[in-house]
């Protein structure tokens, strides 16, 4: 686990988890071993602060003077993680949720448009070249489209 390793590292790690419901939460107890602070938001409520974790997240970064954000998720609330790490200054990562039909980089449907270093968006398989890409590359609100000035994904080798 990403949090086991941060930890062994000194790192201070704080962990968001959210949830629609109580019942959807997963590894609440695995997460409260290995974390400094675990903060639980759930849409109804049910359990922890009543919110999303985009909510609960500026105030945890103000507050620690995060410098660094992992996430993982749906595609709206990495978009918004990413976001709000970028308006602290603070790296992201995010693990996108994308559809990944074949897993090899073959069938094209978990392609998404990701700006590289050299400033070119590329269509990047994310079963391929992810699923785990820098927040601030990822073109969020294009996700589902192709950009005009994107370039395509990389030729697959099929030798």
Known sequence: MLAEQLRERGCRVDVVLGASTEEKLYGVLDIKRVSSMLTITTEDGSSGTKGRVTDVLPDIMERNNSAVVYACGPMGMLASVAAIAAE???YSQCSVEE?????IGICMTCVLPVIGDDGITRM???C???PIFRGD???WDEIG???ADALGAPALDLS
Do not use: K
């Open 99 to 103: 559809s990944m039909a074949c897993g």
């Open 137 to 139: 590359l990822v073109r």
């Open 145 to 147: 489209t192709i950009p």
């Open 88 to 90: 602290y200054r603070a």
């Open 128 to 130: 391929v070249e992810g």
């Open 124 to 126: 990047v398989r994310s």
